[in-house]
């Protein structure tokens, strides 16, 4: 069965630096991968969506990138803040590539604490 | 726009006891999905709608059953409870249908507990 995991529950850094936080997967080929943030007792938040035959994906202080070879993504916030504190979660589409289900699965998430 | 509208926000029972989660999106969307979050599981996905009139099971489906009742609505039954079903019910929705890449646009979360 597929089965996603996130680098680690929780990563610490201070204000300034760059966060990376890691998605691998595995028996999967998704044709994408999301990443949403979820703060604490509230509903996730779509950030990037990136395809299988894109390698980058940049939005403002945040990038994405998708190594369908290693099976992997890493997502990148640079010259990070408190207010980026968060949960972040990666997310990939079913292995039912073409056809009209449409499903969405989630990995546990990576709790990140920015300190000033 | 409300976006995604999930009710109730918190909700007790004791085992046994049936209770539907409602959901209401106003975005035009085709596909409606529920997800339970729990500590350390994240969000696993019970049933999805790709479209009005359609439905399907997720991961965990066992006790639960869904209803789509029309392009905007999609609600959550449980027929009777179970102390294991203690967790965050979400309610999300897609544009999308087919081979749809699109974003998700969640709900703000149904807190049920039962005793």
């Known amino acids: 069965s597929q089965k996603i995991e996130q680098n680690s529950e929780a990563l610490n850094i201070q204000e300034g630096k760059t966060a990376t936080l890691t998605c691998n997967y595995t028996n999967y080929s998704p044709a994408y991968l999301q990443w949403y943030r979820q703060d604490p007792g509230r509903g996730p938040v779509f950030l990037l969506l990136?395809?299988?035959?894109?390698k980058e994906k940049r939005k403002e202080r945040l990038k994405v990138t998708f190594d369908t070879t290693l099976k992997q993504s890493l997502f990148h916030i640079t010259a990070s803040q408190p207010a980026d504190s968060a949960t972040y979660l990666c997310a990939l589409d079913g292995n039912d590539r073409g056809s009209t289900l449409g499903r969405l699965y989630f990995g546990r998430g990576t709790q990140l604490t920015v300190w000033p | 726009n409300a976006g995604v509208t999930q009710t109730p926000k918190f909700q007790v029972l004791k085992t046994g006891q049936s209770m539907t989660l409602q959901c209401a999106q106003d975005m035009n969307h085709n596909s409606m999905y529920w997800y339970r979050q729990d500590p350390g599981m994240g969000l696993r996905l019970i049933y999805y709608s790709a479209s009005e009139g359609t439905t399907d099971k997720g991961e965990v489906p066992n006790g639960y059953n869904v209803s789509r009742l029309n392009k905007r609505e999609f609600s959550l039954r449980l027929e009777s409870a179970a102390p294991s079903q203690t967790s965050v019910y979400f309610c999300a929705s897609r544009r999308g249908t087919s081979g749809s890449h699109g974003e998700l646009f969640f709900g703000e979360g149904s807190r049920l507990t039962v005793l």
């Open positions: 990136i395809r299988e035959n894109e």
